[in-house]
């Protein structure tokens, strides 16, 4: 561990060094692209040809590695938990490096498998992780806006990745594509992590937020770091196995497992669901972009009121704003309320990014934040995984995507009310794990 700051040199200190956490945990959600869906739909058709592969190999490949990703969370959470940030985001950028560079050079099905086992696993898995534990561990009160500006990373991403991948493609190809992610992953992520990284300000005799620990409350006497880092009220931190045996747990789970099955299915079949309505297939695409930039916009609202309101009622917003989206999608009698469709939708995903990332640590504390994190994201993560499935199946079987979206639409209204309920919980005060 890292010995505090010498009085001296703390006094002058001006600068909270969880603001650069701030800007690494930002670099590190946008550079999760290679991993994340909206990054791999570029290299679908050009890798599929130049594979020779049939759609459902690759898109089999894709879930196989999805599966993987979410399996593996709830260990991830465990060794960021164990060693940190500054161990784990080195490690997680080489390895994530690493696969996209073997991503180039790809030849056959099975390569494809471990490609993507890779690059999904560390990238939408892993390294999204272990950038929201950083905000976590630097920031207490603030926590909801600082969550919303790193969160920024993941939706600048969103809009700018995909172009950047299509245009390497076509004027390099998707070889020279991988080989260019795993540059940008490296060159940005790993020196950095090892040079500037600190996993707690208390490492370095500070409080989270930034708050000066020698400076007394009124009627108080001075106390040296040490002190105010020790008599610092940290979160009544709870175990996994305590977390999972709680109702709460489970009421708030099925905010983003709601999340990931609806959100995806929509998102996945947008083109098809909108063209029952007259819409275009370069409509129904555009209003991804306005989508993910309304987003975007309302990220710092949204962090600003996770700061100040219950969260339990700001996910039950969320859930509602879903609800919304799914109704619009099922009666849409004025084809500009598509635009109200990617607004909606934007603002659910923007309390996604903010509420729903914050609501683990400020119900079961820091200690273990990594661990109860890993697992709520594995089951969000599975659960988009079958998203697409649901209409699928329904268009196949009913020629009509109607009866898969009544279901979507009764979903959201329960998760709401679930959460609607979820108060945050107390720890059994006969509670002796570990």
């Known amino acids: 561990m890292l010995k505090p700051l010498p009085n001296h040199q703390r006094k002058g200190m001006r600068y909270f060094p969880g603001w650069t956490m701030l800007g690494v945990a930002a670099a590190a959600q946008y550079l999760s692209a290679p991993g994340q869906s909206y990054s791999v739909a570029a290299f ?4 599929r040809e130049g594979l020779q592969l049939s759609e459902t190999n690759y898109s089999l490949a894709y879930g196989v590695a999805t599966v993987l990703s979410a399996c593996l969370l709830p260990f991830v959470g465990r060794l960021v938990d164990r060693f940190g940030a500054r161990v784990m985001l080195p490690i997680i950028a080489t390895g994530l490096g690493s696969g996209c560079f073997y991503m180039s050079t790809i030849d056959s099905l099975a390569e494809l498998y471990i490609g993507f086992c890779c690059v999904r696993s560390l990238g939408q898995g892993a390294l999204s992780l272990v950038a929201v534990w950083l905000v976590g561990e630097w920031f207490q009160r603030k926590r909801g806006v600082a969550t919303a500006i790193a969160g920024l990373g993941g939706g600048i991403s969103v809009m700018t990745v995909p172009l950047l991948n299509n245009w390497l493609i076509e004027t390099y190809g998707w070889q020279t594509a991988w080989v260019t992610l795993s540059l940008a ?77 609806v959100g995806t299915g929509l998102v996945f079949h947008q083109v098809n669901l909108l063209g029952r309505h007259g819409l275009s297939p370069q409509y129904a695409l555009g209003l991804m972009a306005i989508q993910a930039g309304f987003a975007t916009l309302v990220a710092f609202p949204a962090g600003w009121a996770t700061d100040r309101y219950p969260n339990r009622f700001i996910l039950a917003g969320a859930m509602l704003a879903l609800a919304i989206a799914t109704s619009l999608v099922l009666y849409m009698p004025f084809q500009w309320l598509a635009i109200a469709y990617a607004l909606v939708l934007g603002s659910h995903g923007s309390v996604m990014r ?33 998203g697409p499935l649901p209409l699928a199946l329904s268009s196949d079987f009913f020629g009509s995507y109607e009866p898969a979206l ?27 794990e570990q």
């Open 44 to 47: 679908k058709d050009p890798m």
């Open 185 to 261: 992953v490296w060159s940005v992520l790993i020196i950095p992590a090892i040079l500037v990284v600190r996993d707690r300000p208390e490492d370095l005799g500070m409080l989270p937020d930034g708050v000066d620990p020698t400076v007394p409350e009124a009627d108080e006497n001075p106390k040296t770091p040490e002190d105010a880092v020790a008599d610092l009220p940290r979160s009544d931190s709870w175990t996994v196995k305590e977390v999972i045996r709680d109702l709460t747990f489970w009421k708030l789970l099925s905010v983003p497992s709601t999340a990931g099955l």
């Open 354 to 386: 903010s509420t729903a990332n914050v609501i683990w640590i400020n119900y079961y504390g820091r200690e273990n934040q990594g661990a109860v994190r890993g697992v709520a994201w594995s089951a969000m993560i599975l659960a988009s995984s079958m």
């Open 406 to 432: 009544l279901g979507f639409l009764v979903l959201p209204i329960l998760a709401g009310l679930a959460v609607w309920t979820a108060h945050p919980p107390v720890r059994p005060a006969n509670s002796s």
